[in-house]
């Protein structure tokens, strides 16, 4: 089960236009473990077609989207139909309310398979969000390099490593002023589950 107490703040960097808040070791090693084998075993993960630039593609990555209001939420040209949250979303929501008072009603999570398995450039704001949305991003399994630039100021780029555990909160206006990604790499990396926490309007 998770613990009482939140742990401490391991990095919070100075942006422009935005705020963001790094826990690296927000759920303990042993229960990040016991989440990622019951995500990756009991969430009903599918792979949707995209349109980019007027060409279909398979999403180079599963998804599953799980909502307490069950409204669809459209991205990427996708409208989705949330499944009900899980006793273990639930658990880790009310893990994040001890830090973050933002009132999260929906998770999309993404399962990368390996390094090749991705998410590119892109802000998390779409309209169903509302203006400057909250996103509590929680990683499970493989480290992942997550990239996050300024859309205006070309000098403000930064990458960081999600580690097994870590809750990262991006909030303030950062979805207006920031992009981010998962890019792809080809160092053998094992499978990671991300969930992004947020609400919709």
């Not at 759920?27 to 077609?49: G, M, V």
Request: charged share 20%.
């Amino acid at each position: 089960m998770a613990t009482n107490n939140p742990p401490s703040l391991s990095w919070q960097p100075n942006l422009t236009d935005a705020k963001l808040r790094y826990y690296q070791n927000f759920i303990s090693e042993h229960n990040a473990n016991r989440y990622f084998k019951t995500f990756l075993e009991q969430i009903p993960w599918q792979q949707d077609d995209v349109k980019v630039f007027g060409k279909v593609y398979a999403q180079p990555r599963l998804t599953s989207l799980h909502s307490s209001s069950l409204s669809t939420y459209t991205y990427s040209g996708l409208t989705l139909q949330p499944h009900p949250m899980t006793d273990e979303l639930l658990e880790l929501l009310g893990q994040i309310r001890k830090v973050s008072q933002h009132d999260y009603n929906c998770v999309l999570l993404n399962l990368y398979r390996d390094g090749a398995d991705s998410n590119g450039w892109h802000a998390d704001n779409e309209k169903e969000l509302g203006k400057h949305p909250q996103i509590a991003s929680l990683s499970f399994g493989a480290n992942r390099f997550f990239h996050f630039k300024h859309r205006k100021i070309k000098s403000e780029r930064y990458k960081m490593e999600l580690h097994n555990g870590s809750l990262l909160l991006m909030e303030g206006a950062m979805q207006e002023h920031w992009l981010h990604q998962i890019p792809k790499t080809k160092k053998p990396l094992q499978p990671r589950i991300n969930l992004t926490f947020r609400k919709i309007i």
